[in-house]
Nanobody
Framework: QVQLVESGGGFVQAGGSLRLSCALS????????MGWYRQAPGKQREFLAY???????NYADSVKGRFTISRDIPEMTVFLQMDSLRPEDTAVYYC??????????????WGQGTQVTVSS
């Protein structure tokens, strides 16, 4: 059974940094992308960044230049380094994985979410 487990959320003052981690466990055939989303109270879930199996990264304009996504392939873990945090970055952050369970079965998985709170 595939699972995504996030860690690293917490409370930080504006201008500070946090690093989120997301570990993928379970048997898969291949990984397409892993990424991060967030959802603030009363708002829709927002795309932040993803990284492909080849290492290419893509970012939302709202976090470009402040957030950096990276991955550790052997550990099947993706990271989100968040710098210059702002109060508007406060949200629940979710890890996402787009992968192949078998050669012909593509699935999307979500982590349970981790809270990030940025004080002004």
């Amino acid at each position: 059974q595939v699972q995504l487990v996030e860690s690293g959320g917490g409370f930080v003052q504006a201008g500070g940094s946090l690093r989120l981690s997301c570990a993928l466990s379970g048997e898969i055939y291949a990984l397409n992308t892993m990424g991060w989303y967030r959802q603030a109270p009363g708002k829709q879930r927002e795309f932040l960044a993803y990284i492909t199996s080849g290492g290419s990264a893509n970012y939302a304009d709202s976090v470009k230049g402040r957030f950096t996504i990276s991955r550790d392939i052997p550990e099947m873990t993706v990271f989100l380094q968040m710098d210059s945090l702002r109060p508007e970055d406060t949200a629940v952050y979710y890890c996402n994985a787009d992968l192949l369970i078998t050669m012909s079965s593509r699935r999307e998985y979500w982590g349970q979410g981790t809270q990030v709170t940025v004080s002004s």
